[in-house]
Structure formats: structure tokens, C-alpha cells
């Protein structure tokens, strides 16, 4: 039987894919960088399904991408050099909401939305949230082990897992899904397989944590003169009575890329400014009238460190906000043209950062700076001259990129915060691993993936 054959025999003709576009779409993700080459797309719906797959794949030493929503940033589900590519997309079954003990446990393929719509439903609230969550899946925000814009409050997918489903390379199926708040038997496994991008096994099943409704968020935009101001403002916030729920910032130049995009997003502020920052406090209680944030925001105008802000006054310009932020991630894709940096530093070394990155040379590049300021985490994005070469274009900014990573490791900064290694980066994970670290992922990886199917060409 050829492998073909036995795919079809295992899942059926409409869940074995081979049409040119089919390969194209699933060989890809949003980088949109790396021209696609799968030989064939599986669609199991069971974890029993994905054991058969990768115990014949392990078998025959074929490679294998498993592959989410494809939203990754960093090159991590995409197929270059004829893999087949495992997508979870139809194991998109919630398999329980338990109040009582306050988690969910989903197939792998569950979209981040329809997680946070089920908690909602059972009146509790799923902790994660990127802009990307209508198309993401719970099994590659396990895999990435992604951060979001809420990171400041509720923590990274790593926080919030009870339990995991994996399917080895092997085939065989590793259940870490039980249901203990406390278990201190050994290593945890678990924690082993979250970040992993897809280079250890195939992630089926989580348990994630949920937690009690929110109190009502309230947001303000302030506009600051410095980099510097923005820390000012964030160190207040750090001090409020209020609980700190996102402090995101971006700079003119982001903004300007998203009212291109989008013009209704424009006019917010009268005069432009060089820095935006986004900062959302949860209220228990709130007596109508005051704006929960106005306090903070007049004690940072009588410090002389804001230029102008304005707050949401009511649920449309609440999401209007959200969206200038947002949006961000689709108005600079739209160029054609962007690499993405994804960087986090601790705190106090984050000015002294921003100014050797500023001094930089950057030839015809535009750089881009915003993300999650709270946890320290800078996304710089680098634009390429438009209409120009985009084979320059990426030489040129390996260069200044190379420079921002040594600058990262000067600081022992992460050059990923949160959107993983995949291929894009896997030549700079020396920037922030030791020689030690690496030596130790590698001999993991060699138990765990001997004949080396798994993801290939990702994270080393
Ligand atoms: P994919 O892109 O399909 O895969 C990502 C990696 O996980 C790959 O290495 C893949 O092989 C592996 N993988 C996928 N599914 C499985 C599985 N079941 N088992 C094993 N491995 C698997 N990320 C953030 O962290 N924070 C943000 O704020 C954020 N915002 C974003 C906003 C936008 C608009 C976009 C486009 C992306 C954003 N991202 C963000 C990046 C991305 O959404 C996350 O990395 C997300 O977790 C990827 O999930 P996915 O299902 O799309 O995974
Ligand atoms: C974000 O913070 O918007 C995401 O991480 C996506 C990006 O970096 O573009
Ligand atoms: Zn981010």
C-alpha cells in the first residue's frame, strides 16, 4: 500500500490532501515569507488517529509539521521541504466546562475565541487573549506558548495549564490530562511539551484553568513626548489601587500604518505625538461619574510626563482603542514588506535599549516599535523601502537585526518573547541560550524525536 493509500484508508479521501493549493495554504503561516512545499495534508479528527499517523511517519522517516490556526509569527508550521503537514483543525470539540473546578478541556483544534465564548457561557472567563484568537488554536498557543495582551495580569498559556494530551513521535499517546490543582510527582512533563513548537510531539487535548468573571475593564490612551515618559506612567500605574490589566504602547509611526489601514481609527488625539500608550485597569467598584483612571492621569500631568490623554467613555471608543492597538500586527502585513522582531527585556534595562537600538543606522529601513510594555516586551517591526528589493531589503535588515540581538544579549534580554524560535530564528538562539542550554534541548529532542520527523528545521 503506498503511504497515500494508507492515509486514505486511516481518514478517508476528504481528509488526505494533495491539491497544489491545499499544499500551499497549509504550508505556509503568517510570515508569509517561506515558499510552501508539503507533499500531503492530513486532517485526523481523534488522538487515536494522530498515534496511527506518526507511528507510520516514524516508521517510514517522513517528516511531519503539525500545524494550528497557522497565525505563528515565526516560521514554526511551515512546510519547506516536503513534510506532511498534521493539521488539528477538525479536532474542534469542547469536551467539557467544569464550574465546579473552574477549567475546560478542548481538542487541540478549538479556536482561542470559541475557548474564551464557552467560558463566557458558563459565566467564568478563559485568561487568554491575542489579536489573533478568531484563527489561533489552543493547540498552537500551547505550542508557542503564547503571551497576549494580558500577559501583565493572568500570565502566558504556561500559567494557566492543567493538563495536556500529547501524541509522541512514536505514536505513542502521553495523557497528562488529569485534573489536580496540586501534583508534585516528579518532573512535570507538561511544562516540557508547552513552547515546544511542534518539535516534540503533537499536542490533542488541554485542561486549561479558568477564572472568576472580571470586574468591568476601563481603558485611557495617553500620548507621552518620551520613551522615557511611558515608563513614568507605567511605574503610577504600578502603584494604583486599581488592578493593572494591560499597559501596551506603540509610536506614531505604528499609528500611522494603522489609519492608512484603517481610517476610521484616526483623529483620536489633535496633535501627533511620538508615543501611545494603552493602559486597562480592572474595577471592582466604581461610582458613576469619575473616571476610575483620572486620578493616575492627573497626578502624571502634574508630573509633567503626559502630553494629552483621553479615556474610553463608553464601550465604542473602549474598542476603538483595543483596535488602534490591534491592529497594529495587519496594517504593517499589509505593507508587503515587514520582519518582525519579538523581543522582551527586564524593565529597568528597557530605556538604556531603546536608545542604542535608536542610534543604530538604519539605511532605508522604517522601524516600528510597540507591544506589551508591562512585561517588558518590545515587537520591533523593520519596513522595507516600498517598491524596492526584497532581496536587499532582508540582507540589509539581518544586519541591523543583528545588532539589535547583540544589544539584547548585552542586556540578557530573550530575542523571543513570545512568538517562538521557529525557522526564522533558529541561527540567533545562541543570542539568548547558553552553549549548555542548546546541548541540553538538543539531547531532549534526541529522546524524545530519535529519527528527527518532527517539525524539522524548527527552533535549531
Ligand atoms: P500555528 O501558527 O499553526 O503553529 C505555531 C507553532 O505551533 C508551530 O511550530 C506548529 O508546528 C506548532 N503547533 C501548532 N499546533 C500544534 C499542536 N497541536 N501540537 C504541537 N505543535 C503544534 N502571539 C502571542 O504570543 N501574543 C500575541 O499577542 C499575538 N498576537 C498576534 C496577533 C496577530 C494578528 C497574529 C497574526 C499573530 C499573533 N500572535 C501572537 C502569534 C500567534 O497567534 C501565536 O503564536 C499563536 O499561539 C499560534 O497559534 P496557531 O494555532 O496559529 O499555531
Ligand atoms: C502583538 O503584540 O500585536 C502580537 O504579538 C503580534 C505582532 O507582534 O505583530
Ligand atoms: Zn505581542
Not at 513626548?225 to 490589566?245: E, G, M
Request: hydrophobic share 40%; charged share 20%; with cysteine.
Amino acid at each position: 500500500m503506498t503511504t497515500v493509500a494508507y492515509f486514505i484508508s486511516l481518514l478517508g479521501k476528504d481528509n488526505v490532501l494533495e491539491d497544489p493549493e491545499a499544499l500551499a495554504i497549509y504550508g505556509t503561516d503568517w510570515t508569509r515569507r517561506y515558499p510552501p512545499n508539503a507533499s500531503l495534508v492530513l486532517r485526523p479528527k481523534t488522538a487515536q488517529e494522530v498515534s496511527k499517523i506518526l507511528a507510520y511517519c516514524n516508521e517510514h522517516k517522513l517528516s511531519v509539521v503539525p500545524s494550528g490556526g497557522r497565525t505563528g509569527l515565526a516560521g514554526g508550521a511551515v512546510a519547506l521541504d516536503g513534510e506532511i503537514v498534521v493539521s488539528v483543525e477538525r479536532m474542534n470539540q469542547i469536551l467539557e466546562v467544569n464550574i465546579q473546578e473552574m477549567w475546560i478541556c478542548a481538542q487541540a483544534g478549538v479556536p482561542l475565541a470559541a475557548l474564551q465564548d464557552a467560558a463566557k457561557k458558563a459565566g467564568l472567563f478563559y485568561p487568554m487573549d491575542l489579536g489573533s484568537k478568531g484563527s489561533c488554536q489552543l493547540g498552537g498557543n500551547l505550542a508557542t506558548n503564547a503571551g497576549g495582551l494580558k500577559f501583565i495580569r493572568y500570565g502566558g498559556m504556561r500559567n494557566h495549564v492543567l493538563g495536556i494530551e500529547m501524541v509522541l513521535a512514536d505514536g505513542r499517546i502521553l495523557d497528562m490530562n488529569a485534573s489536580l490543582q496540586k501534583d508534585n510527582c516528579g518532573y512535570d512533563l507538561k511544562q516540557l511539551f508547552i513552547g515546544s513548537e511542534g518539535t516534540l510531539g503533537i499536542i490533542t487535548q488541554g485542561k486549561i484553568r479558568l477564572m472568576k468573571k472580571p470586574q468591568p475593564y476601563f481603558v485611557t490612551l495617553i500620548a507621552v513626548d518620551t520613551f522615557s515618559h511611558l515608563l513614568s506612567v507605567l511605574a503610577l500605574c504600578r502603584k494604583s489601587t486599581h488592578t493593572l490589566t494591560a499597559f501596551e504602547f506603540f509610536t506614531d509611526a505604528a499609528y500611522q500604518h494603522v489609519k492608512t489601514c484603517f481610517p476610521h481609527l484616526g483623529g483620536v488625539f489633535s496633535d501627533p505625538h511620538p508615543f501611545y500608550g494603552l493602559i486597562e485597569v480592572e474595577v471592582a467598584s466604581h461610582t458613576q461619574g469619575e473616571h476610575p483612571l483620572f486620578r493616575l492621569i492627573e497626578e502624571a500631568f502634574s508630573c509633567g510626563i503626559l502630553a494629552d490623554a483621553v479615556f474610553a467613555e463608553n464601550a465604542e471608543q473602549f474598542s476603538r482603542f483595543w483596535s488602534m492597538r490591534e491592529n497594529i500586527t495587519e496594517s504593517l502585513a499589509r505593507t508587503g514588506r515587514v520582519h518582525k522582531n519579538d523581543l522582551t527585556l527586564p524593565l529597568g534595562s528597557l530605556e538604556a535599549f531603546m536608545k542604542s537600538v535608536s542610534a543604530l543606522p538604519k539605511g532605508g529601513i522604517e522601524v516600528i516599535y510597540f507591544g506589551h510594555l508591562g512585561d517588558g516586551n518590545i515587537h520591533i517591526n523593520y519596513i522595507g523601502p516600498a517598491n524596492g528589493d526584497v532581496e536587499a531589503f532582508r540582507r540589509d535588515v539581518r544586519v541591523l537585526e543583528k545588532k539589535v540581538f547583540e544589544c539584547i544579549a548585552h542586556y540578557r534580554g530573550s530575542i523571543s518573547a513570545e512568538h517562538g524560535i521557529g525557522c526564522i530564528k533558529r541561527e540567533d538562539l545562541h543570542y539568548s541560550r547558553s552553549e549548555l542550554e542548546i546541548e541540553i534541548m538538543r539531547k531532549i529532542k534526541a529522546v524524545l524525536d530519535p529519527t528527527g520527523i518532527l517539525n524539522p528545521g524548527k527552533i535549531f
